[in-house]
């Protein structure tokens, strides 16, 4: 897996010189307009950057219903005919708000930080279909400056290029394809129930193992059963597991985090952290802490729930987002509104609560 930003920023040949001219131009520019309401983007080696799809931040089941049925010319048509109705809200709708509000405080504290999130439109609509986007975001007055429309083509390939430190889409082949490149990244899937979020702080609760952490102990789990995890995870309590494919997410709102601790605003903090685990405490939660405590980041919540569904819990927490890499956990969340996205990584891809999944003789 990657680090938080992808370290070979070099993917342009660009004189840093020429590079911090164009950005003091940027800047200018956002400066002398008379409007607040838009503030001007970080540079993209400093900021949090999240991609999200169209699909994920607007519900446009209807519109692709529409392409699948009609295809893309009349597809582009309709949106052109359209593109003054604002789409709905989507499932990764609220934690961009989130986000936002994190901005606004953090714009308080450090009028000149470039340490911000940043968020990024990456589409594989048709630029004609952007008008429609854009008068969305304007219309729920989204700070989104910058898009990647890719006509069609998968977006894939754009994401390091936009140091991008997590990727939600609704589409699951392409969220594998991000992570299979190192980038965080997760499946979200359409709002089944709606449930009052906080307003002033962005919530974001994590499954450990496949998620932050590797899944070499969900391994042993599946394939030699609770007893011999019990042994193994006491053994090797001091031993940091590897890192999972959301870590280096983590560290990055950690980062943020902690510049409002600096400015005594920790019991304050816009920003709480959460870790919702299938783990026992006693039996196997001290080698999941040590870990955390290893890499130097810390996480606000630990729940070990000791096999108890998650939904409950997650529930009285109301994330804006929840990553799990078990469909059984998302399922059990989204019936309780918890917005959840999965994340397809590591072995329990092969299992259905707890089963292993028979293989499509199609595929043989």
């Known amino acids: 897996m990657s680090e938080m930003k992808a370290a070979d920023v070099s993917v342009s040949n660009k004189d840093p010189k020429e590079d911090e001219h164009d950005w003091a131009a940027a800047k200018a520019f956002f400066d002398k307009l008379g409007s607040k309401k838009r503030p001007r983007p970080p540079k993209p080696q400093n900021a949090v950057t999240i991609a999200v799809s169209s699909r994920t931040l607007f519900n446009m089941v209807k519109e692709r219903q529409f392409y699948e049925d009609e295809g893309m010319e009349k597809y582009v048509a309709y949106q052109q005919e359209h593109e003054n109705e604002p789409l709905m809200p989507g499932a990764a709708f609220p934690f961009v708000k989130a986000i936002m509000t994190v901005n606004a405080r953090l714009r308080e504290l450090y ?3 470039e340490e911000l999130f940043d968020i990024v439109l990456m589409t594989n609509n048709h630029a004609q279909v952007g008008v429609r986007l854009i008068n969305c975001i304007n219309h729920y007055d989204l700070t989104i400056e910058r898009f990647c429309m890719t006509g069609g083509k998968s977006p894939i390939g754009y994401l390091k290029a936009y140091l991008t430190n997590l990727y939600l889409s609704n589409d699951s082949e392409k969220v594998q394809e991000a992570i299979e490149e190192g980038i965080a990244a997760a499946t979200m899937f359409n709002i089944e129930k709606e449930i009052q979020l906080c307003d002033n702080q962005l919530r974001v609760a994590f499954d450990g193992d496949a998620v932050l952490f590797s899944d070499e102990s969900e391994q042993i789990v599946k394939e030699h059963g609770l007893d011999t ?20 997410f983590l ?13 005594n605003e920790r019991m304050d903090c816009p920003i709480r952290t959460y870790l919702v685990t299938a783990r026992s405490a006693a039996s196997s939660g001290a080698r999941a802490l040590k870990t955390l405590r290893s890499w130097g980041l810390e996480i606000d919540e630990a729940l070990f729930l000791a096999g108890a569904p998650k939904g409950p819990l997650l529930e009285k927490i109301r994330p804006h987002i929840f990553f799990d890499d078990q469909m059984f956990h998302i399922e059990g969340a989204q019936q309780l509104g918890t917005i959840a996205a999965h994340v397809p990584y590591g072995i329990g891809q092969k299992y259905n609560k707890g089963k292993l999944k028979e293989e499509n003789p199609m595929k043989k």
């Open 251 to 263: 560290e990055a709102l950690g980062k943020l985090q902690r510049k409002f601790y600096a400015k």
């Open 229 to 248: 995890f019990f042994e193994h995870e006491k053994k090797f309590e001091n031993k940091p597991l590897a890192q999972g494919p959301l870590k280096c």
């Open 111 to 113: 009028p000149d930080s």
